[in-house]
C-alpha cells in the first residue's frame, strides 16, 4: 500500500525551538516536496528534492530547512520556528516526471502552533 | 503567479452539474486537478498535460485549453461525495517541479 507517513500529525510549540517534521515515503519516489497551506491561500511550495542530495526551493523556503540524504526520507527543518509559520503543513511525492499517469502522494499532514 | 480559481465557492443539490475554472498568467504546460476533504490531505483526481486534452474519470472530467491558459473541471450529476475543497496546480514548462496551486474552490453538495 502506497504510504506517505508525516510526523507529527499536531504540534504546538513556541518561538525560537527548533523542530523538525518528518516525511517518509515506501514508493520509492524520486520526487518529494513540502507543501504549506493556509486559509485563503491554497496549497504553497516550501522546498522540493529531485533525489538523493538533490534540493531546491519552492515559492516560500524562508524559515525553512530540508535535506534528503535517503531516498525515502525528506524532513523539514524549522531552526527558529516563528508565529508567522503556524500553518498545515503537506509533504508530497511523486515519480521523477510528470506524465498522466503519475499520482502525487500527499500525507496526512502536519498541524503546527507556534506561540 | 498563483492561478486564479473561480468560483470561491459555489453550493449545488445533489444531481446538479458544476464548472470550476483555473486561469493563469503564464503559458502552461500542465494542470493537476485536487479534492481536499476537510482536515484531509488532497487527493489527486487528474492530470492534463499541454495538447488541449480532455480527460474524464467517472463523472469527472477537464479540459486544457493552453492557448488561453485555462483549464476546467466538470463534475456532472454531482454526488455527496463530491463536497470538498478543489484545488488547481500549474506548472509551466515541462519536467516543471514546481507546482503553483490556485487558492482552492469550496463545493458543498446538499441532498
Known amino acids: 500500500e502506497a504510504q506517505v507517513t508525516q510526523n507529527p500529525r499536531y504540534l504546538i510549540t513556541v518561538t525560537g525551538k527548533k523542530l523538525t517534521v518528518t516525511c517518509s515515503q515506501n514508493?520509492?519516489?524520486?520526487?518529494m516536496s513540502w507543501y504549506r497551506q493556509d486559509p485563503g491561500l491554497g496549497l504553497r511550495q516550501i522546498y522540493y528534492?529531485?533525489?538523493?542530495?538533490?534540493?531546491d526551493k519552492g515559492d516560500v523556503p524562508e524559515g525553512y530547512k530540508v535535506s534528503r540524504k535517503e531516498k525515502r526520507n525528506f524532513p523539514l527543518i524549522l531552526e527558529s520556528p516563528s508565529p508567522n509559520q503556524t500553518s498545515l503543513y503537506f509533504c508530497?511525492?511523486?515519480?521523477?516526471?510528470?506524465?498522466?499517469?503519475?499520482?502525487?502522494?500527499f500525507g496526512a499532514g502536519t498541524r503546527l502552533s507556534v506561540l | 503567479q498563483q492561478p486564479v480559481q473561480s468560483p470561491q465557492a459555489v453550493i449545488l443539490r445533489e444531481g446538479e452539474d458544476a464548472v470550476i475554472n483555473c486561469s493563469s498568467s503564464?503559458?502552461?504546460?500542465?494542470v493537476h486537478w485536487y479534492r481536499q476533504k476537510h482536515g484531509e490531505a488532497p487527493i489527486f483526481l487528474m492530470i492534463?498535460?499541454?495538447?488541449?486534452e480532455q480527460k474524464g474519470h467517472d463523472k469527472i472530467s477537464a479540459s486544457f485549453n493552453e492557448k488561453k491558459q485555462q483549464s476546467s473541471l466538470y463534475l456532472t450529476a454531482s454526488q455527496l461525495s463530491y463536497s470538498g475543497t478543489y484545488f488547481c496546480?500549474?506548472?509551466?514548462?515541462?519536467?516543471?517541479?514546481?507546482?503553483?496551486f490556485g487558492q482552492g474552490t469550496r463545493l458543498t453538495i446538499n441532498p
Open positions: 508530497a511525492t511523486r515519480d521523477r516526471d510528470w506524465s498522466s499517469k503519475n499520482i502525487q502522494y
Open positions: 514508493m520509492n519516489h524520486e520526487y
Open positions: 528534492s529531485m533525489n538523493v542530495e538533490v534540493t
Open positions: 503564464k503559458a502552461l504546460y500542465s
Open positions: 492534463l498535460l499541454k495538447g488541449g
Open positions: 496546480g500549474t506548472g509551466i514548462i515541462q519536467g516543471a517541479q514546481k507546482l503553483v
